[in-house]
């Protein structure tokens, strides 16, 4: 198993386009051609996380938050980011991490703590913007079903929950070649009308180039017409936090002890009850206390997240429930998603999740 088979295969589920613009994920330590005996599978990158590999034979370690997020200047040792990177580089340990990009997908962080909760109807809290693209093509009749099912196999027609979504007209092209040309259809130097489909259809920015591509090699044409449009509307396969609800409404104070306990909290902090039941939960792995006014706008009995400051727990303004369970509580089962994910796709390869903790944070009860 070479490092290349691992990452495309992450990288087809979470895409690296789908990552903040500070985000670092992707391989940060080795070379794609490179063998791997195992992955160890953390949510953090500490010298105890890569002593565990060292000691294991593995020589992978996949993990949720990247160690870089910013150039380094030196390699001293002084910090535990500088003593990691020379560790990982001196043991021949590959570092990959799948940060924003796994938060963002159905399937990912987020997915995973609704699962949890056993919500159901969840959708994106914040659905991305300016991410979707139009294809508009113009094929032979006879050669229609050909073209779409190349767009279709390269990514193109997904809304939703569903697939192979285009759009067909048929109408009137013409065309002439010069004396340079081969035309598929008609004859050099002279004027051609040919029936033809125009066919429409939708992609993610992410896979223009293979879109493109597959249009090029399927289609019949030398010379192939086609226009891209960017769009406006939401890409609700990526995105934000989530949303959704529970199968049955709880009262507050027994949904924040379930809520606890599913979690490992040994503390949760949260805003002063409402007296409603909960039924609506918005929730965001990691540091989501900026998107709280999209859970309110969506109308949320509770927003469950991470990292709130003193001052942010106001805003709820008695329209909804803030619970910060912690950082690390957030995304602690994000190490499910990735165990899941490649034991499923490589079930003979050595994958195993650290039984190290990384949580930097104590409490003193």
């Known amino acids: 198993m ?5 990452t495309q295969f992450i990288e087809s589920i979470a895409p690296l386009a789908f990552q903040e613009g500070y985000d670092n994920s992707g ?3 080795g070379r794609q051609e490179d063998e ?10 500490t010298e105890e996380i890569l002593d565990e590999a060292i000691s294991k034979k593995m020589n992978m ?3 949720h938050h990247p160690i870089i997020f910013s150039g380094l200047k030196r390699f001293n040792g002084t910090n535990y980011i500088e003593r990691c990177v020379a560790k990982a580089i001196k043991n021949d340990i590959a570092i990959y991490a799948a940060h924003t990009n796994l938060d963002g997908i159905f399937g990912g962080v987020n997915s995973k703590i609704c699962e949890k909760l056993n919500m159901q109807n969840c959708k994106m809290l914040i659905p991305m913007q300016n991410f979707l693209k139009k294809l508009v093509t113009f094929v032979p009749i006879a050669d229609a079903e050909k073209v779409r099912t190349a767009l279709f196999e390269a990514g193109a027609g997904h809304i939703g929950n569903y697939d192979s979504c285009s759009f067909n007209h048929e109408g009137t092209g013409t065309f002439k070649g010069n004396e340079s040309t081969h035309p598929y259809v008609g004859e050099k130097n002279m004027l051609h009308f040919e029936e033809e489909t125009r066919i429409e259809t939708i992609f993610p920015r992410h896979i223009q180039n293979n879109v493109i591509q597959a249009l090029l ?6 010379e192939v017409a086609y226009d891209i449009y960017p769009l406006e509307n939401e890409f609700s396969l990526g995105g934000t936090g989530m949303i959704g609800e529970l199968s049955e409404p709880m009262e507050e104070l027994h949904f924040l002890q379930k809520l606890k306990e599913t979690f490992h909290c040994q503390v949760i902090k949260y805003t002063p009850l409402l007296g409603n039941p909960i039924k609506k939960v918005a929730v965001c792995g990691g540091s989501g206390s900026s998107y709280l006014s999209k859970a309110i706008a969506q109308k949320a009995d509770i927003y469950i997240s991470g990292d709130f400051k003193y001052h942010q727990f106001f805003e709820a303004e008695q329209r909804i429930i803030i619970a910060d369970i912690g950082h690390y509580e957030s995304e602690q ?3 499910e998603v990735f165990y899941e ?25």
């Open 2 to 6: 070479r490092i290349r088979e691992i």
């Open 27 to 29: 391989l940060i330590i």
């Open 36 to 45: 791997i005996s195992g992955i160890l599978i953390t949510l953090d990158i």
């Open 61 to 63: 370690v996949i993990a």
């Open 217 to 222: 090699k399927a289609h019949p044409y030398e």
């Open 333 to 335: 089962f994000t190490k």
């Open 341 to 365: 994910l490649l034991t499923k796709k490589f079930p003979k390869f050595a994958v195993q999740i650290s039984g190290i903790s990384t949580n930097p944070v104590n409490y003193l009860i």
